[in-house]
């Protein structure tokens, strides 16, 4: 994405896309990490000459480095099952509660530091001299220099929100060597800049700066989201629903932790108490079920099927995996007592009601948790696209959900760099820019609030 800000202008251009796809190998499942790479230098020869350059991806995930610094081996996928079990390892040596007060960190069976966990007695783990989150591993090749962005790592569950630092309480007592990470980096820290190569494969001029920015995607999508004020809740959308809070400081507390919210770092200090939601992972695996139909008439469709009829719980651990998704759906629906969906549309229906039913609980959990009143919901990301999901989300939570932007991450992404190079100003400057900028839509809540009590009674 080619991002260009000036007074008063903000403007997105999508400049080359590529697929992401896992590969599944004997030992488990493994990112393409070189296709990634590849495709990163693909899209900065079709940016063309540019001022600078950021990279955010997902959380958790990795790439181990030896002595020389070369990759030994594709990253493993978080959805690979080899942490199943894991979590109840790490607690018997430091218990769940323990762990939330240091790290703030939702349980997540993929957590980094299960991941290290599992990984412990591995030949690659031995060898590794250094590890690398992925925006992190990406940056490295371009530039050749390595370093930890604050935001993404402290998804590893290794970081203390309240010093944003590495906990060494955690790591001493659970065995992670804090050796294996390069040094912190803040978003707007300089990141170095592109290698001669890189220059030369690319066709680009020299120098040109690599920025650290939130490099965790939902850190740079919050960043983007165009708020007025701090009485606001947030709701990321895509293969994952990030529901939550921008706060000062974390909730730590044992109702927090036993609401399975998050305390991430976030830009400027901030902390994003979060609640991970399934998402459109579970529309997405059902459209590749059902051979890819045209959204935009199964969502007409959905949207004329009788609402709250069936629905799931779109946080549970059973739909993580791939696969199946529309019989595993149906099940749950079956186990619970409800009427199984006959149709794509009425299980696209079931599934948009689930999440928004989601969306309901985690906000107004977090606003109990933080003790942080709202009075609207924004939904950024790719489901801001998805009319019928924003219009559901506001009357599940009878709130005003304002929906846009749709690139939140790249925005975020594009706005800490122009403020590292002195182009905008604070953090709600930005806000005001995305805000005058781009394409917003407000939705008003309607409709019968006791139905979505109702729905949520049946879950509960």
Not at 339 to 344: A, Q
Not at 352 to 373: C, I, K, M, N, T
Request: hydrophobic share 45%; proline share 7%.
């Amino acid at each position: 994405m080619v991002g260009r800000v000036g007074p008063g202008s903000l403007e997105l251009t999508e400049a080359h896309r590529f697929p992401n796809r896992p590969v599944r190998l004997p030992e488990g499942l493994r990112w393409d990490v070189l296709a990634l790479y590849a495709g990163v230098l693909d899209g900065l020869r079709a940016a063309g000459e540019v001022d600078s350059v950021g990279i955010d991806s997902w959380a958790v995930d990795y790439g181990l480095l030896d002595a020389d610094g070369a990759l030994l081996g594709n990253p493993v996928h978080y959805r690979d099952p080899r942490t199943e079990g894991v979590a109840e390892q790490v607690w018997a040596t430091m218990p769940a509660a323990e762990l939330y007060a240091a790290t703030g960190i939702q349980y997540a069976p993929f957590n980094t530091l299960y991941q290290l966990t599992a990984a412990h007695s591995t030949a690659q783990l031995a060898a590794a001299q250094r590890l690398l989150l992925i925006p992190d591993l990406l940056t490295y090749w371009l530039t050749g220099e390595q370093g930890t962005e604050l935001t993404n790592a402290s998804t590893t569950q290794l970081v203390d929100p309240r010093t944003r630092d590495w906990s060494r309480e955690v790591a001493d007592r659970l065995g992670v060597d804090l050796d294996l990470f390069a040094p912190l980096r803040l978003p707007g820290d300089p990141a170095g800049g592109l290698r001669p190569k890189v220059l030369e494969e690319t066709g680009l001029t020299g120098p040109v700066p690599v920025t650290a920015v939130c490099s965790h995607d939902t850190a740079s999508a919050v960043a983007a989201v165009p708020a007025g004020n701090e009485r606001f809740a947030y709701i990321c959308t895509g293969t994952w629903s990030l529901a939550g809070l921008e706060l000062d400081a974390p909730v730590l507390t044992e109702e927090s932790r036993a609401a399975n919210f998050t305390n991430e770092l976030g830009l400027d200090g901030t902390v994003r108490h979060l609640r991970n939601i399934m998402g459109l992972w579970l529309l997405q695996e059902c459209l590749r079920a059902w051979g890819e139909p045209g959204l935009d008439g199964l969502l007409r469709e959905a949207a004329e099927a009788p609402g709250l009829r069936s629905v799931v719980d779109a946080g549970d651990a059973a739909f993580l995996a791939p696969g199946r998704m529309p019989e595993r759906i149906a099940a749950a629906c079956r186990d619970s007592g409800q009427p199984v969906p006959r149709s794509p549309a009425e299980t696209t229906r079931c599934i948009l009601d689930s999440l928004a039913l989601a969306h309901r609980r985690a906000v107004r959990e977090a606003q109990r948790l933080a003790d942080h009143p709202v009075d609207v919901v924004h939904i950024v990301g790719g489901g801001a696209r998805n009319a019928l999901l924003c219009r559901l989300t506001a009357d599940a939570c009878g709130l005003p959900v304002v929906a846009g932007p749709a690139e939140a991450a790249a925005l975020g992404n594009v706005l800490v760099q122009a403020r590292a190079h002195g182009l905008v100003g604070d953090r709600a400057g930005m806000r005001r820019l995305v805000a005058r900028t781009q394409p917003l839509t407000r939705y008003e809540p309607r409709g019968d609030a006791a139905a979505w009590r109702s729905a949520e009674a049946r879950l509960v």
